[in-house]
């Protein structure tokens, strides 16, 4: 369930002076959307995921992000920028404007009071637990999910800023709240990113690190995009940042004493990402269990921690699963999965060289998709005319449907036939994975 509102953010006129695009829209009712978790449930607090969208793009594209970093249950904000762009005759939207120093500046910190001010109303309409907030955004959203979680370190749990970079001056001139060295930062980025330079957001975290900030970067083979692997480390930062209790020592989380049903021992190794072993300690042991172990549920698991735990050296192991055609889907796919995120070359070239299709993982109930019977496996060759390879396409074609297009197309391969499927523009109200060819 998602609403969409709207406040007042009036911009000074010494703004509007120098501004690019026509003075008018700077007396603006900006939006933003709240999507509530499934069974929402009032005398509960929840966590909230704030996202932020990048340049050009609008919060519309952004819904679902809140159900995919917190399966268990968080409420969705996603506020539109202040600031709108004309990309061709469509109607974008960006976190900041051009012009001097001071003007770039300005806007700057008008869309962080935006942001806050967003934050500030959602509180106070919904139940969110002001110690679960977590900032995430892309691009110029991962840019200004930096802007304002560094400033106000005390409203948020973690930050996840992706594709972004650092543009708050950190040096003994600009000394740092207290509160930011204990506020964890997980970056997303692309190692082949051509718009913002991965060297850029590496810096941004060395230099957070060097102040004794807790961040960390995370790399992929991929140039200026979300991916599911980032979608998977996302969830899995929020997973270890809401964990509660102490983490069970390793060999206890591997061989539990009790007899465990194959999907309650998955369940339960999946508390491994939040484990402080050395990583050494967990491929040792994860590759161990992995032997003796028969289901492939339990094999799922493992092969996704190696992963997500970023073991090198289970690459080969890792390679050989993927690439093996008697093994199931799911082992295969997990094992894709793991090896892109190793973050090695080689790693990466052998990733490269498989076969992908994005398929639907899971129709949510009272969507579109459900009503025009779209089906879990049913693999997306094309939306609205734009070919969809990998994950991140469908999120671009969903995004790029100009506003007056009242329907669009989407064609899917079920039971080796195509069939097309007449969608409103918008949330579809599906969940993707991607399957080896």
């Keep these: 369930m998602k609403k969409i509102f709207a406040l007042s953010l009036i911009i000074s006129c010494a703004l509007a002076a120098e501004a690019i695009v026509d003075t ?8 933003y959307t709240v999507e509530l978790p499934p069974d929402f449930d009032t005398s509960k ?17 952004y819904v679902g992000t809140a159900q995919s970093f917190c399966p268990q249950g968080a409420i969705g904000l996603y506020p539109e920028t202040p600031y709108p762009v004309d990309l061709e005759g469509n109607l974008g939207w960006a976190w900041y404007m051009r012009g001097s120093p001071e003007f770039h500046q300005a806007t700057v910190e008008q869309s962080t009071r935006w942001v806050l001010q967003c934050i500030e109303q959602v509180k106070r309409d919904y139940s969110v637990d002001e110690e679960k907030v ?8 991962g840019m200004m999910t930096y802007q304002v979680g560094v400033q106000y370190p005390e409203l948020f749990r973690g930050l996840l800023p992706a594709g972004g970079w650092l543009e708050i001056p950190v040096d003994s001139a600009n000394a ?37 900030v807790p961040a960390e970067i995370m790399r992929y083979p991929t140039r200026h995009t979300i991916t599911m692997q980032m979608i998977e480390d996302a969830r899995d930062f929020i997973y270890c940042q809401l964990y509660e209790g102490k983490v069970p020592s390793l060999p206890d989380l591997l061989w539990p004493d009790e007899e465990l049903e194959p999907v309650e021992h998955a369940e339960f190794l999946k508390q491994v990402l939040c484990s402080a072993e050395p990583v050494a300690d967990i491929e040792a042991g994860l590759l161990e269990l992995y ?8 094999r799922k698991q493992i092969i996704y ?11 080969f192991m890792l390679a050989q699963i993927m690439v093996d055609a008697q093994q199931s889907q799911a082992l295969r796919q997990a094992a894709h999965s793991a090896v892109i995120k190793l973050g090695t070359r080689t790693a990466w070239q052998a990733a490269d060289r498989i076969k992908k299709i994005v398929v639907i993982q899971d129709v949510i109930e009272g969507s579109q998709a459900q009503v025009q019977g779209l089906q879990s496996g049913d693999a997306i060759i094309s939306y609205n005319g734009k070919k969809i390879k990998v994950y991140p396409d469908l999120r671009k074609a969903v995004a790029s449907v100009k506003p007056d297009k009242e329907q669009v197309k989407m064609v899917v391969e079920r039971d080796g ?9 918008g949330t579809i109200g599906i969940r993707l994975a991607e399957e080896i060819r």
Excluded: W
């Design 24 to 31: 008018a829209y700077f007396n603006l009712k900006l939006g």
């Design 45 to 61: 607090t929840y966590p909230l995921i704030v996202a932020l969208h990048g340049y050009g793009d609008r919060m519309s594209s």
């Design 417 to 425: 036939k195509k069939v097309v499927v007449k969608l409103a523009p």
């Design 291 to 298: 032997a003796e172990v028969e289901s492939d549920e339990v």
């Design 305 to 315: 921690l190696l992963g997500a735990r970023r073991c090198v050296g289970a690459e």
């Design 134 to 141: 977590f900032l995430y955004g892309f691009s110029q959203g």
């Design 176 to 212: 740092l709240d207290s509160a930011v060295f204990g506020l964890p930062i997980r970056a997303l980025h692309g190692y082949y990113d051509d718009v913002v330079k991965f060297e850029d957001g590496e810096t941004a975290v060395t230099i957070l690190a060097e102040q004794g």
